[in-house]
């Protein structure tokens, strides 16, 4: 007679029925759609062991989305502190290693989440801006700010 466990009568939901952390929350609400979907792709790639070692490459989603979109996507996930970044791709054709993260839960006011939108909305506007003098430095502060490593 097999003995069962109460492991196998809990309920274990199915690859499209994933947890996403903070849906409903003020930072998930200013995400984009395009934004919502990088993050299911994230979460979908999450197995409950490789929170700090997650990549999602550009060549995985272009069928899907432009390479400017992705990026923009990229940067408002970990703007608004749903991942980290671990390590910055290279040139060599390394990806991008990102982690989950919890900063979001530190962005319940809709103050911080508007200074946010304003320093990626200063982001874009740089991006499109041409013959701007220091303009990788301006983009490098903005980014750090973005990953709470630049002052205010």
């Not at 009568?9 to 919502?36: C, D, M, N, Q």
């Not at 996930?77 to 980290?84: E, R």
Request: a positive charge; charged letters at 25%.
């Amino acid at each position: 007679m097999k003995r069962r466990d109460h492991h196998s009568l809990a309920y274990r939901p199915r690859p499209p029925f994933k947890i996403i952390e903070g849906i409903g929350t003020e930072p998930f609400r200013h995400l984009s759609p395009w934004a919502v979907w990088i993050l299911a792709q994230f979460y979908s790639k999450f197995n409950g062991k490789n929170r700090a070692n997650l990549s999602l490459t550009y060549s995985e989603t272009e069928s899907t989305m432009s390479s400017l979109v992705f990026t923009r996507s990229i940067w408002e996930i970990v703007g608004f502190g749903f991942l980290d970044v671990k390590r910055f791709g290279r040139l060599e054709r390394n990806a991008s290693v990102y982690a989950l993260s919890d900063r979001w839960r530190s962005l319940d006011s809709p103050q911080k989440c508007a200074e946010i939108e304003a320093t990626l909305e200063k982001i874009r506007i740089l991006q499109r801006e041409t013959g701007v003098v220091g303009k990788r430095g301006q983009l490098c502060a903005l980014r750090n700010r973005l990953l709470g490593r630049g002052g205010q």
